[in-house]
């Protein structure tokens, strides 16, 4: 479950840095305007490949660094277990 969560999120963080990296590409699949029928969107293709971009950055990060406290807070009790097998045996 760990290494799902943190292979999404490198996945999420590698995209949002693509999207400040070579903008480029995401800026030509943006739909023009009228394309979606009634539905507008408001700003410019600019505006939208980086708010995305800055999502996927944050969204990526917040995995990995619940990655990153889970993997800790195992370790945290191995850590607690030795002490506790040092104290008994030592």
Do not use: D
Request: charged letters at 10%; aromatic letters at 14%.
């Amino acid at each position: 479950e760990t290494w799902s969560a943190a292979t999404l999120g490198v996945t999420f963080v590698l995209a949002g840095r693509s999207h400040f990296t070579m903008p480029e590409a995401f800026t030509a699949i943006y739909p023009t305007p009228g394309s979606w029928g009634f539905w507008y969107l408001p700003g410019s293709a600019e505006f939208h490949v980086a708010w995305t971009g800055v999502a996927e950055l944050l969204g990526g990060s917040g995995l990995l660094l619940g990655c990153l406290l889970s993997i800790a807070g195992q370790s945290r009790g191995l850590t607690l277990l030795a002490w506790a097998a040092r104290a008994v045996f030592l």
